[in-house]
Each structure stands twice: as structure tokens, then as C-alpha cells.
């Protein structure tokens, strides 16, 4: 076949291919390429192809399609053989599914399965959006501690073929709750009949169900855990979260911040499959807000109007300045923005980041009047530079304070600092650097 015809990066066959060649690519190669090449196939053709498969191998290619293949799919797909591939799937990819179906279809699918993972399916999709319980898995080892290493090995070996990870396996009590856990190799490396219970993990590391799934993410970060068990009130434990959960809810809370950045209202569909209503419903509030927030600067301007008719020179710095203002602004912002989600900063340590900021911020002010001097004395003069300057150092102080400070005030009052970065920050930045300006020159062009 001439690489033309296939995907470079992938190796991929093109859709126009033989079915042989297609069915030899469905059958040996990764899901997760498999997943990834079905998603730009039409949605006949791509179930036509995932039918193909062998049901063990369907499901594990379907569970690592997008959410919104998925459901496209579910569309078209038999409501027996969706229920056959959701009943292989792990527990969290299939209550995902689930909320992403419509009523409709919810109900089709539930017709078609099992007590057992209708009650599990119902159980895990009514925890909210965001949760650690919204993103945990039922499909998890336990053990006793009263078993043998030798027991607990046999357990394990029958449980495996239903669990998502035996790596870690969780000891409990009578009562479901967590009261340990045990690394596989140390079950290996025990005396066969040494109780789990004298060589486990008394004081493992737990989540509740209500914890952010963010907060999840970080604590399996921070302790380089597999998985991270979630237990209710009762200390019982209810599902756990495997790191690659955790890394797919850090990669959409990431999107969304940057989304949030650009003041865009965070939406769950990628940008190839989002549709023209959604990408501007999410894009317009922001950007009417804004309009009006621009308006301060058109008054600011207009008040000052006898100013600038008296120096029109004024007018050929104003886009340099408020630019830099919103520049020194945003990058403030975008750096504060990123330590208060990864926790390298806390609200507390906003009266140290404060002073430390205005030292940074005097210096770049300082050398950004340096930079623009010049510059104003060649085109209007010695007391036009001197305006030029100082307001160069004033404004950029000002914005990078504003754009420092905004994300700690948005977080005292429970909104996402994301919001303050990019078009905020400017905004306000540009309002303030308007006024710095003319009034500066008022002051000093009047003497």
C-alpha cells in the first residue's frame, strides 16, 4: 500500500482501503489506534467495522472512543449489542456513557443488562458532576485480614478477570470498611501463611466521595499511587480511583481552565465535533460582558478630550501603552492561575506574593519606560516622552497587581481564578491604564 494512502503519524489505513486490510488493522492493532481510527469513520462504516470484533475486544476499543463517538454510535448500534459491549466495559467508562445518553436511550440500554450493572451503573451516575464518586470504579480487589498470603494470592487469581487493577488490593472489615491495603509483591514475597493482616498497610490513603476529582488527582500524584481508595461517611469503602482516571480528569480540568482563560465558557465536546450553536453560545456572553466593560475606556478618553486636542501626539502612545498593561496584566494572571490550581500557592500567601510582585512589577515598569523614552522624544518632544515614561512604569505596576490580584479575589468569593486571566485582566487593565495615562499628561503637559 503507498504511505500515501495511510496516516503517517499512525499508520492508520485510509477509509477507501480493502476490507481485508481494514480487518487485519482491527485486528492487531492497539485499541486505543483502533478507538482513534474508528472515530473519523462515518458512523455506519464505524459500526460495521467495531461489529466485526470479537465482543471482548469491541468493548475494549469502544471504551477508549471519545465520549461523543460513543454516543453517536449508540445511536445507530442495536440495543442488544450496545447492551452486550456496556456489560464488558469497566464500571466508570459505562456510567459515563450512560450520562452522556439521552433519557431515551438510557432506558433502551438498561432494558438489556443485568441487575447487577443496572444497580452499578445507577449507583455510580448519581454522584456529582466533578466528584471523585463521579469518576471511580466499582471494579476493585478486596481481602480480609485474616486471609493467608496464600489465600489472598488464590482470591486474587479468581478476581482478576473482573478487576481493573490487583496491584493494590484493600482490606476490610465485617462491615465493608477500609481498614488497610496490600501491594501484590508483598503478597508474593510473604510466608504463604502469614496473615494479611500483620504485614497491610494500616493507614492507606482515602478520598471521600464528595472530594474534588481534581483534589483525587493531586494526592495520587503527590503519592505515586496506582489507585486511590473512596470511601463513604462510615469509613465504607465505595469504588477507587486508578491514576489513569485521575490523569483524564486533571486533562479536562486543564481544558477547562484554558477555556475559562479566554473567557469562554467551558464546553465538554472537542473542537472538531462541536457544533456552530454550541462554540458560539459558550463564546458570546463573555465577549458582550466585555463590550460594556470596554466602555470605561471610551469614557475615560472622552473626559480628557480638551487633553487630548491640545496634544494629539498623545493619541500614537496610547495602543502601546494599555497594551503593555494588559500584556503585564495577563502574565501575572496566567502564572497565578496555574499555582493556585497545582496548590504551589494558597490564599494565605497573597500578602508575600503582593510586596514580591510590585518589586518584579517596578522593575519591568522600569525598564519598559527605559525602552519607550526614546521613542516619545523622537516623535513629540522631552515633555511627551517624560509623560510616556512614567506612565509606561505606573501602568504596567498597575496591571501586573491587578492581574495577580484578581485571581485571589475570585477564588475568596468561590469562583474558578481561571476567569481573571486573558481578555479580564486586559479589560481592566486597559480601563485603569486610559486614566493613568491622560491624567499624567494633564498634570504634567499643564505645567
Not at 200 to 209: F, H, Y
Request: hydrophobic letters at 50%; proline letters at 4%.
Amino acid at each position: 500500500m503507498k504511505s500515501a494512502d495511510r496516516d503517517p503519524s499512525t499508520n492508520w489505513p485510509s477509509l477507501n482501503e480493502p476490507d481485508d486490510v481494514i480487518a487485519a488493522f482491527m485486528d492487531s492493532a492497539h485499541v486505543v489506534d483502533v478507538a482513534g481510527w474508528l472515530e473519523q469513520c462515518p458512523k455506519p462504516e464505524a459500526a460495521r467495522h467495531l461489529a466485526a470484533l470479537q465482543l471482548a475486544r469491541r468493548a475494549k476499543v469502544f471504551e477508549n472512543m471519545a465520549l461523543a463517538a460513543q454516543s453517536g454510535l449508540a445511536q445507530i448500534v442495536s440495543p442488544a449489542d450496545l447492551a452486550a459491549i456496556v456489560t464488558k466495559m469497566d464500571a466508570d467508562d459505562r456510567a459515563d456513557l450512560f450520562n452522556h445518553l439521552s433519557p431515551k436511550q438510557q432506558q433502551s440500554l438498561m432494558r438489556g443488562l443485568a441487575v447487577e450493572e443496572r444497580d452499578d451503573i445507577n449507583r455510580l451516575a448519581s454522584y456529582g458532576e466533578g466528584t471523585a464518586g463521579a469518576i471511580m470504579t466499582s471494579d476493585f480487589a478486596t481481602l480480609g485480614a485474616q486471609m493467608t498470603a496464600q489465600e489472598a494470592i488464590a482470591a486474587l487469581r479468581e478476581a482478576a478477570p473482573e478487576t481493573e487493577t490487583i496491584y493494590r488490593s484493600y482490606v476490610l472489615d465485617e462491615n465493608d470498611r477500609l481498614i488497610g491495603s496490600v501491594r501484590l509483591h508483598e503478597l508474593i514475597l510473604a510466608d504463604e501463611d502469614m496473615r494479611i493482616g500483620e504485614f497491610m498497610d494500616r493507614a492507606p490513603k482515602s478520598i471521600t466521595l464528595d472530594t474534588d476529582q481534581e483534589d483525587a488527582a493531586r494526592m495520587i500524584e503527590r503519592y505515586d499511587l496506582l489507585a486511590l481508595p473512596v470511601v463513604d461517611a462510615d469509613g465504607r469503602l465505595m469504588g477507587i480511583v486508578t491514576h489513569d482516571d485521575a490523569a483524564d480528569a486533571m486533562q479536562a480540568e486543564t481544558t477547562e481552565d484554558f477555556q475559562r482563560i479566554s473567557t469562554v465558557l467551558p464546553f465538554t465536546q472537542n473542537m472538531r465535533e462541536a457544533g456552530i450553536a454550541v462554540l458560539y453560545s459558550k463564546r458570546i456572553v463573555w465577549l458582550a460582558l466585555l463590550v460594556f466593560g470596554n466602555l470605561f475606556s471610551g469614557a475615560g478618553i472622552a473626559y480628557f478630550e480638551e487633553t487630548i486636542l491640545a496634544y494629539v501626539s498623545l493619541v500614537f502612545f496610547l495602543p502601546l501603552l494599555i497594551d503593555s498593561s494588559g500584556n503585564a496584566g495577563s502574565q501575572s494572571a496566567t502564572l497565578m492561575v496555574r499555582a493556585l490550581a497545582t496548590g504551589d500557592v494558597v490564599l494565605k500567601d497573597w500578602r508575600d506574593l503582593i510586596l514580591r510582585e510590585c518589586a518584579v512589577a517596578a522593575a519591568l515598569g522600569a525598564t519598559m519606560a527605559f525602552l519607550v523614552l526614546p521613542l516619545g522624544a523622537m516623535r513629540a518632544g522631552p515633555d511627551v516622552a517624560l509623560v510616556v515614561g512614567l506612565t509606561m512604569f505606573l501602568v504596567v505596576i498597575v496591571g501586573s497587581l491587578v492581574g495577580m490580584s484578581l485571581p485571589f479575589l475570585l477564588s475568596r468569593l468561590r469562583l474558578d481564578p481561571a476567569t481573571a486571566s486573558g481578555p479580564l485582566v486586559t479589560t481592566i487593565a486597559d480601563g485603569v491604564g486610559v486614566l493613568v495615562y491622560f491624567s499624567i499628561a494633564t498634570l504634567v503637559l499643564s505645567l
